[in-house]
């Protein structure tokens, strides 16, 4: 488990104030995860103590983890909810999908409805798509000037020290998947009946400017990986490697903030039950 | 499985119009599910049953399920939610506890933030506590005149009926625990340390006030028990039991609404993915 995390990290951390260099890195993981059923064993394990460690943070209500997944269509953010937090339950983990915004969200400044969805004390948050949105289809689409986009990964790295100052820890993950393995993840959409519904006609638009969205990932990795909210760069061709990956360095980052249960200020000799 | 939810309606549905007598129902269930194995493996099924059912609701995304859970403290509402809803996710079930009122939410009418809370398209609902905390604590302790509670009855029932009549089904279920079980699991969180923090002395106020409380669930049973949202009375000492039953009534709820994926007005072939 700690060799897992470590070999993870030394393949997937991007070094805060280092090039991310994205386009060399892998989407397979058959290096650190060769085998498939011990990966899966290890997350099933993982998930599990994700769980535990999640109750021991609800009771003792003071600080928060945030788990926010990025990755271009298909690439496998939903999945990673059910592959990861499902064990965990509704009860304690909270998803916010972050898609168009409303004409309210637009009418108040970026991270106004991201910091509103930010998870409460003893909750696991996760976003599906984020404050990154507004630097990445935004910026790629040019939905809002230059210079206002400009400015946002600095506002964003403030905004993510703020919430690690005031006990939410935030760990990004951007799931990175090869070109080839979308347009297969595209074409089962296609061919797959009970997977028709998920099919999208724009997703064919954004991924005719792949090239411009994978310099607008490299550019938010190289800008806002940052000591209190570093990026993983997760291989997510392989769901079950993706999902080994994020469970193990969840389950890794929930033991070092260490939740305890609070002691209590009676003893149970203070109460009888009739 | 036809079989089991007829026998549990049989047991635990309060019939519109018709007098609950709460004191004669049953706190186990022993005459429908005898065996304990056999009801944890209906339950598995039922789970995975609803997941897929769930699934299917959210790409029809034209309708919802509410799941209402009342009971006394440590009837087992936390417990039902991990055991009937988390094989469903975080995903698809939104939980919403409700607690003594904010500030700005008794500044609103008492179904303000119910409504606020209500599941949108696609998702399954799950209520800790509910609309029916303003006609049971607050008549219990007298937080309101009596003629305000008393008007509350038939608002419930109007508000139900009208979520019912725009597309969410509303399951209520009140989890029925004997005095001498919540002795015991009162008892429990004061012995092990664990659950050390879920002890409130609070709660043996309550319990001193058992007979009132009974009283006014009676109350909501006999009143509010409508043909579009009916009170179901379910046996809750054994929690596997309690989980048996709610989720054969969950899934087959689901199963009678029928969600279909939607059907595209697109061929495969309108799309080459390059």
């Not at 997937?12 to 104030?17: E, K, R």
């Not at 890195?25 to 290890?42: F, G, H, K, M, Y």
């Not at 959409?189 to 999208?200: A, G, Q, V």
């Not at 724009?202 to 005719?208: H, Q, W």
Request: with cysteine.
């Amino acid at each position: 488990m700690v060799k897992l995390t470590k070999l993870i990290d030394n393949n997937c951390l991007v070094a805060p104030g280092e090039k991310s260099q994205l386009s060399k890195r892998a989407t397979v993981a058959d290096d650190i995860l060769p085998d498939r059923q011990a990966a899966n064993e290890a997350t099933k394990e993982n998930t599990k103590a994700i769980d535990a460690l999640q109750d021991a943070l609800w009771a003792e209500h003071h600080r928060a983890l945030l788990v926010i997944l990025q990755g271009i269509d298909t690439s496998g953010k939903d999945g990673t909810v059910r592959g990861v937090f499902n064990r965990c339950g509704p009860l304690g983990v909270c998803v916010t999908p972050f898609g168009r915004p409303t004409d309210e969200e637009l009418a108040h400044d970026f991270l106004w409805r991201i910091h509103k969805a930010a998870p409460k004390k003893g909750v696991i948050g996760v976003f599906n798509r984020s404050q990154y949105e507004d630097v990445l289809v935004v910026r790629v689409r040019g939905l809002a000037p230059a210079d206002v986009v400009e400015q946002r990964y600095e506002q964003i790295n403030a905004f993510e020290k703020h919430l690690h100052d005031n006990g939410t820890r935030v760990l990004k993950f951007m799931l990175n998947i090869s070109r080839d393995e979308q347009r297969e993840r595209l074409q089962q959409r296609l061919d797959d009946p009970s997977k028709n519904w998920k099919f999208n006609a724009g997703d064919l638009e954004d991924r005719k400017l792949w090239d411009d969205y994978a310099k607008a990932y490299e550019t938010v990795l190289d800008r806002c990986s940052t000591e209190h909210a570093p990026w993983r760069v997760v291989p997510a061709d392989r769901k079950w490697q993706r999902n080994a990956i994020i469970a193990a360095t969840v389950r890794k980052t929930l033991e070092d903030m260490a939740p305890s249960y609070p002691k209590p200020d009676w003893n149970p000799s203070d109460f009888k039950i009739t």
